[in-house]
């Protein structure tokens, strides 16, 4: 049961931006879709919610896709119906899968997840069945849900939250608006199989990002040096990619990106190392990093050019992967330094 909601929340996060291309919505609009999966994600860290009100969000993508099979409604509401069921179903998904995570083998559930997003551009062609469907699944999930309402607040961890707001910063600036972007390219010259392999491809920079993990904690303990060369790497090809117009080159440095956001495991592993790791407050800094990341790219595409809002947000992730590596040398700084003083 836990893996079918991978799967599911792998096709709620990017399954409308393939309806919102086909759809022909403006950028903004379409980046919109994962920023309210990403808002629902906020729970339940730093949010979370009593029993009756996940029962009651459970039903909302149901009753939302019925309304929507009725065909009364018209497309602007449509768009705000499917962010509230977006947000809706995300915040219950979350939450009642916060408590099995633990129990769960890390490799299944993120094949499952990259197995939803390969199925996610079937939300172009069933919107509403998606949305009935979401409710069917996470229903008896939120049913036998106990937790209570209550507000996570978030600690330095001597630095390390910062990196790591900083990093998936840098990730939820430009992923999906790429996603999107390259969907958009794709739809035009080839219809719905554009999309198909937008999705394709997404998989594979996930593929590049499962990878690093396994391949270089094998190779090398050095987590400093790992964490540096991922994230000033792919502080340059970000940068590269933004001035690129070659869309094959484009297309291949996108997938390397993976290699450079995998690094993100040694972030907790060296705060522990410096004694500064805590679970909840390294999961607040991550939610809050996904939905500051993507407000930030649905900002950018409603005030620029479409042509050059996917350039802007490039820039602003290579920055924060060079941020999150210059918070990561002021913590080690700062811990030279105190040594040196104890001394």
């Known amino acids: 049961m836990f893996y079918l909601l991978d799967l599911l929340t792998g096709i709620l996060e990017c399954g409308w931006i393939a309806y919102g291309t086909v759809h022909g919505m403006p950028l903004w609009q379409i980046l919109s879709f994962p920023l309210a999966y990403h808002i629902g994600n906020l729970f339940p860290f730093p949010f979370s919610v009593g029993k009756k ?11 939302i896709g019925i309304i929507m099979m009725t065909g009364i409604t018209y497309e602007s ?4 119906l499917i962010c509230t069921a977006l947000a809706s179903g995300s915040a219950v998904l979350q939450t009642v899968r916060s408590s099995h995570k633990s129990r769960s083998s890390r490799l299944l559930k993120r094949l499952f997840r990259v197995g939803g997003f390969f199925l996610a551009p079937s939300a172009a062609v069933i919107p509403e069945i998606l949305l009935i469907l979401t409710s069917v699944i996470i229903i008896p999930a939120a049913v036998k849900y106990e937790g209570k309402p209550g507000i996570c607040g978030i600690h330095g961890q001597k630095g390390f939250s910062a990196v790591m707001i900083f990093h998936q910063l840098h990730y939820f600036f430009y992923a999906h608006t790429v996603l999107a972007a390259v ?29 690093v ?84 790219a649905v900002a950018v595409s409603a005030l620029s050019n479409e042509n050059t809002a996917p350039h802007i947000v490039l820039i602003f992730a290579s920055i924060s992967a060079l941020l999150a590596a210059f918070a990561l040398y002021q913590i080690r700084r700062g811990q030279h330094e105190g040594y040196g003083k104890s001394r």
């Open 53 to 63: 009100v996940i029962a009651f969000l459970s039903a909302v993508p149901a009753c």
């Open 183 to 211: 969907s958009l390219a794709f739809y035009e010259n080839i219809g719905f199989g554009g999309i198909a392999a937008a999705a394709g491809l997404f998989c594979c920079t996930w593929i590049t990002y499962m990878s």
């Open 77 to 80: 509401c449509r768009f705000w």
């Open 213 to 296: 993990e396994p391949v270089v904690s094998r190779l090398t303990s050095r987590l400093t040096a790992v964490f540096w060369t991922g994230h000033i790497s792919i502080c340059i090809i970000l940068a590269a990619m933004s001035f690129i117009r070659s869309l094959p080159l484009f297309t291949v440095l996108w997938i390397i990106t993976g290699f450079g956001g995998g690094t993100v495991y040694t972030i907790s592993a060296l705060a522990e190392k410096y004694g500064a790791y805590n679970k909840n407050d390294m999961t607040v800094s991550e939610n809050l990093g996904h939905t500051l990341g993507l407000l930030t």
